[in-house]
T-cell receptor, first 115, second 114 residues
Framework: DTGVSQNPRHKITKRGQNVTFRCDPI?????LYWYRQTLGQGPEFLTY????????KSRLLSDRFSAERPKGSFSTLEIQRTEQGDSAMYLC?????????????FGPGTRLTVL | AQSVTQLGSHVSVSEGALVLLRCNYSSSVPPYLFWYVQYPNQGLQLLLKYTSAATLVKGINGFEAEFKKSETSFHLTKPSAHMSDAAEYFCAVSPSGSARQLTFGSGTQLTVLP
């Protein structure tokens, strides 16, 4: 399978703990996006990478959130000192680098539950 | 700034009936428009996209959508609903010609009745 993969698929943690999620994009896709989706809502943009460069961050991405894409391949999203409001599905997407093509391919998501 | 409004958070149709899911957008620049489908506990799958070519766009699973600039709409249709179409559908917009993030609507849950 050459689609976008995310690990873990589910994460349950206690409030105040740190969590890290991983996303492996489709190979040769140089754009990678993170979104957050809460129940009954559409995905909301968090951040975006072009290769290893983080080009844009949403205001939703508080200072407890950090994302990296160190070699321009996989990416990690870390949440420090988790809060119950962080409970959501975290989606990763990737897209090709050719100009004008913004078709994004989504992974299955990581569902975070903060107790 | 861009936004998407999906009218009707829940739509029910009978199997074999027409499916119509509504999407209106607001964009300060020419947009790209997308429809995605999400099955329970899964990621989003692209149904179709409009990227300033033909205004009537055909997608997978028999779905199509028409871009109407005068109405700022991009409604999704399917002539005959199938039980397997039951899912949540999201309309999304991004600025054309760029790699910017997608802005999604709040989704429409489609139920197909036997």
């Amino acid at each position: 399978d050459t689609g976008v993969s995310q690990n873990p698929r589910h994460k349950i943690t206690k409030r105040g703990q740190n969590v890290t999620f991983r996303c492996d994009p489709i190979s040769e896709h140089n754009r990678l996006y993170w979104y957050r989706q809460t129940l009954g809502q559409g995905p909301e943009f968090l951040t975006y990478f072009q290769n290893e460069a983080q080009l844009e961050k949403s205001r939703l991405l508080s200072d407890r959130f950090s994302a990296e894409r160190p070699k321009g391949s996989f990416s990690t999203l870390e949440i420090q000192r988790t809060e119950q409001g962080d409970s959501a599905m975290y989606l990763c997407a990737s897209s090709p680098g050719n100009a004008g093509n913004n078709e994004q391919f989504f992974g299955p998501g990581t569902r975070l539950t903060v107790l | 700034a861009q936004s998407v409004t999906q009218l009707g958070s829940h739509v029910s149709v009978s199997e074999g009936a027409l499916v119509l899911l509504r999407c209106n957008y607001s964009s300060s620049v020419p947009p790209y428009l997308f429809w995605y489908v999400q099955y329970p506990n899964q990621g989003l799958q692209l149904l179709l996209k409009y990227t300033s070519a033909a205004t009537l766009v055909k997608g997978i699973n028999g779905f199509e959508a028409e871009f109407k600039k005068s109405e700022t709409s991009f409604h999704l249709t399917k002539p005959s609903a199938h039980m397997s179409d039951a899912a949540e559908y999201f309309c999304a917009v991004s600025p054309s010609g760029s790699a910017r993030q997608l802005t999604f609507g709040s989704g429409t849950q489609l139920t197909v009745l036997p």
